[in-house]
């Protein structure tokens, strides 16, 4: 997606084009979630591969169909459209780019600011997208024949909110920068998705006993992280918009890593008591050992947080220069 927004959005509308884009991936898991679950109940697992397969080949005739590298190669959009996207971005003649610098590009403190920012981001994301059912199931909140439903609806509900927030984070985040620096607005954006969802899932960790408070915590904990899509992830178009797929391929390699490890130490964490299932001691024993899991998610959130305080910045690097191989038109 970078790689398409490095030629198609205009430098003043980065940050809300890019959230309008990442929050198709947090609506995919609201329905996942919640559909998933009813599809699972009634009608067997194999119905998700199912459905959410020829979902997806759908997807893809329609990417086919309506997608082009640049505006210039477009030949549905108005001459004036392409007049103007490609005054305010350039055109790249790709036959004569340069080598991609790699050395400048792995040691800039830039680039390891936000890919640290994306590992710890999603440290706590793919923790909670993995293990969130598993959490309400284990600490005794929900219960029934339809468990199974419910638990994905409830476990859908923060995910709305990731995406509600994170399509306002865009346009919040480019009107700052009218009157503030993109090094200001990316870094407040990402201390905020990172200290404030940190506070809530910490609450979450000793407060959640109820399945109100315990989907209004992890609500606010997963949703206000929507603001990290204003932040860092939109932060390789800033510091070198010619590279972003490069820089995007680089951080979230970094940002995956969590995806196969997070889950594993959460379950390692939050092993099964030993006392009967279902008793008292049983859902106190598995409170306790998964709020070690959401502590653990809150001090990496604050290592990421500080690394990128210190060393982000919304700046174009000087090794991102197109020497002259960008034509304006």
Same mark, same amino acid.
């Given at each position: 997606?970078?790689? %398409?927004?490095?030629?198609? &959005? /205009? /430098?003043?509308?980065?940050?809300?084009?890019?959230a309008?884009a990442?929050s198709?991936?947090?609506?995919g898991i =609201?329905?996942?979630?919640?559909?998933?679950?009813?599809?699972?109940?009634?009608?067997?697992?194999?119905? #998700?591969?199912?459905?959410?397969?020829?979902?997806? !080949?759908?997807?893809?005739?329609?990417? &086919?169909?309506?997608?082009?590298?640049? /505006?210039?190669?477009?030949?549905?959009?108005?001459?004036?459209?392409?007049?103007?996207?490609?005054?305010?971005?350039?055109? =790249?003649?790709?036959?004569? *780019?340069e080598?991609?610098?790699?050395?400048?590009?792995?040691?800039?403190?830039?680039?390891?600011?936000?890919?640290i920012?994306?590992?710890?981001?999603?440290?706590?994301?793919?923790?909670?997208?993995?293990? *969130?059912?598993?959490?309400?199931?284990?600490?005794g909140?929900?219960?029934?024949?339809?468990?199974?439903?419910?638990?994905?609806?409830?476990?859908?509900?923060?995910?709305? =909110?990731?995406?509600?927030?994170?399509?306002?984070?865009?346009p919040?985040?480019?009107f700052?920068?009218?009157?503030?620096?993109?090094?200001?607005?990316? +870094?407040?954006?990402?201390?905020?998705?990172?200290?404030?969802?940190?506070?809530?899932?910490?609450?979450?960790?000793?407060?959640?006993?109820? %399945?109100?408070?315990?989907v209004? !915590? #992890?609500?606010? $904990?997963?949703?206000?992280?929507?603001?990290?899509v204003?932040?860092?992830?939109?932060?390789?178009?800033?510091?070198?918009?010619?590279?972003?797929?490069?820089?995007? &391929?680089?951080t979230?390699? &970094?940002?995956?890593?969590?995806?196969?490890?997070?889950?594993?130490?959460? +379950?390692?964490?939050? !092993?099964? /008591?030993?006392?009967?299932?279902?008793? $008292?001691?049983?859902?106190?024993?598995y409170?306790?050992?998964?709020?070690?899991?959401?502590?653990l998610?809150?001090e %990496?959130?604050?290592?990421g947080?500080?690394?990128y305080?210190?060393?982000?910045?919304? +700046? +174009?690097?000087?090794?991102?220069?197109?020497?002259?191989?960008?034509v =304006?038109?």
């Amino acid at each position: 997606m970078h790689v %398409i927004w490095s030629h198609w &959005a /205009p /430098p003043q509308e980065r940050s809300i084009l890019t959230a309008i884009a990442y929050s198709g991936r947090f609506t995919g898991i =609201v329905i996942t979630f919640s559909l998933g679950a009813i599809l699972c109940w009634y009608g067997g697992w194999p119905c #998700l591969f199912y459905v959410f397969g020829s979902i997806g !080949l759908v997807w893809f005739v329609l990417w &086919a169909f309506v997608m082009y590298n640049s /505006p210039s190669e477009h030949p549905w959009i108005s001459a004036e459209e392409r007049h103007y996207l490609e005054s305010v971005i350039g055109t =790249v003649d790709n036959q004569s *780019m340069e080598p991609t610098p790699w050395f400048k590009i792995m040691t800039s403190s830039h680039v390891w600011a936000i890919a640290i920012a994306h590992f710890c981001y999603n440290w706590a994301e793919y923790t909670l997208l993995t293990c *969130m059912p598993t959490y309400l199931a284990d600490i005794g909140i929900l219960q029934g024949t339809n468990a199974v439903v419910f638990n994905g609806v409830f476990s859908a509900v923060p995910y709305l =909110v990731l995406m509600l927030v994170a399509l306002l984070s865009g346009p919040l985040a480019d009107f700052l920068r009218t009157f503030f620096s993109t090094t200001a607005v990316r +870094k407040t954006f990402t201390i905020i998705a990172f200290t404030a969802s940190g506070g809530f899932l910490l609450l979450c960790g000793y407060f959640g006993t109820s %399945i109100i408070r315990a989907v209004s !915590l #992890l609500s606010l $904990a997963v949703g206000i992280g929507g603001f990290s899509v204003a932040g860092f992830y939109t932060n390789h178009l800033d510091i070198a918009p010619r590279y972003a797929g490069v820089l995007m &391929a680089l951080t979230n390699t &970094a940002g995956t890593l969590p995806g196969i490890v997070g889950p594993l130490v959460a +379950k390692a964490i939050a !092993l099964p /008591p030993s006392a009967p299932k279902g008793s $008292a001691e049983y859902i106190a024993t598995y409170r306790s050992e998964w709020s070690e899991v959401f502590l653990l998610c809150v001090e %990496i959130y604050m290592f990421g947080a500080l690394i990128y305080l210190i060393l982000g910045s919304g +700046k +174009k690097q000087p090794w991102a220069d197109n020497n002259g191989h960008t034509v =304006v038109n």
